[in-house]
Every structure is written in C-alpha cells, then in structure tokens.
C-alpha cells in the first residue's frame, strides 16, 4: 500500500510542510509524515509504519510545475534514500550542498546542526497539523 487512504489531501498537505523547509535546512520523510493527522479508520500502528513511505510517495508525485524543495527531505538515518552513486542521490546531494549542508564520510548530515525542528506553532495551528517528532 503506497498511496494513503485519502492520497489527494495527504499529498497536498505533505507538499505544504515541504514547502516550509528552509534553505540550509533538512527533515525526514517521518518527520513531515509526523505531522499530519491520521485518518479516522487508519490503524495507527500501520500509519508509523506506512506514512514515511507515503511522504517519498507524494514528492515523487509532485506536480509538474510546482517548486517543491524535496531535496530537503532525506531518511531517518541523515542519508540520501537513493541509491548511492544514482543520478537522483548525487543531484540531491549536490543541491543539499549548494545550501551548505555537509555530509560525513559515511554520507550522513548532522542533524543537531542542520535538522529542521518544523514549522512555526502558528502554521500548525492554522493547517490542523500534529507538532513535528525530533530528529535524531
């Protein structure tokens, strides 16, 4: 199951928390999924385990057109999800670095100095959004 029970609105809204992220700044694909509210009939423990790859989902679902800085969201591990040496990771990386994130030897960015802490409490408060879980 790769496309949430209500995909139109999960995606709208993971494109408007990605939209937040500032420049210099990363979160992670559970981090934004986070974030947004369960549905009703959603079993929680599904929801953890499924909303992450809901999020990858949805910005590989973004709109033509629309200017989604999804090179700001990464994994869980403060690695690119990619597969190392792909087209896709080294222009996400290249694009990360360009805002001046650096990454490790193993490939990971340190996220108690460039991990976003999410948005403000009043965008929250505004889109019906769940205060965002730490990175670690």
Do not use: C
Not at 54 to 76: D, E, F, M, Y
Not at 90 to 110: A, H, N, P
Not at 121 to 129: P, W
């Amino acid at each position: 199951m790769f496309n949430p029970p209500n995909a139109k609105f999960f995606f709208a809204m993971v494109w408007d928390i990605v939209l937040q992220i500032p420049a210099g700044k990363v979160s992670s694909y559970g981090q934004i999924a986070s974030m947004i509210p369960p549905d009703a009939d959603m079993e929680p423990t599904q929801l953890r385990r499924l909303a992450p790859r809901w999020v990858g989902t949805a910005l590989r679902k973004t709109p033509r057109g629309r200017s989604i800085p999804w090179h700001r969201v990464i994994n869980s591990r403060g690695t690119i999800s990619f597969p190392a040496g792909s087209a896709q990771a080294e222009e996400q990386r290249r694009l990360l670095e360009l805002e001046g994130i650096r990454f490790d030897q193993s490939g990971k960015v340190d996220f108690a100095r460039v991990g976003w802490r999410g948005p403000p409490e009043a965008y929250l408060r505004r889109q019906g959004l769940l205060a965002p879980r730490p990175l670690k």
